[in-house]
Structure formats: C-alpha cells, structure tokens
C-alpha cells in the first residue's frame, strides 16, 4: 500500500468516527477542536472528501 493510499485511509478512517459521533452523539469533534467552519475545520472537512474520492481508485485496483 502506498503512502498516499494510507494517509487517505486515515483520513477518511476519522471522517467516518467524526460521523459517527456526530449521528449517536450529536458531537462533531472536528468542530469542537478547530472551530465552527474555521478554515481549519474546512481543510479537514475537504482532505476527508477528497480521501473518499481517492478511495474510489481502491475498490478497483488490482493490488492485493
């Protein structure tokens, strides 16, 4: 696996816990530690989208 492959898995790795807390908790960490759509907090927000993105790639890769 290269590391492109898991810098985006551990992103969208804590896209999926941030959402999570969010639909139990109603808890965004995210937010809580950047702020509320700080610029900080949207960076995180688009490397998350953009590692889904880039997961895509892996569901058809042939690599084993």
């Known amino acids: 696996m290269k ?13 999926a816990i941030n959402w999570g807390l969010i639909g139990f908790f109603n ?5 809580t530690i950047f ?4 610029i ?4 995180i927000y688009a ?8 997961a895509i790639k892996l569901l058809f890769s042939d690599s084993e």
């Open 27 to 31: 808890f965004n960490l995210v937010d």
């Open 35 to 38: 702020g509320t759509m700080s």
């Open 3 to 15: 590391i492109v492959d898991k810098i985006a898995l551990i992103l969208i790795i804590i896209g």
């Open 40 to 43: 900080l907090s949207r960076i």
């Open 47 to 54: 490397l998350v989208g953009i590692s889904g993105l880039w």
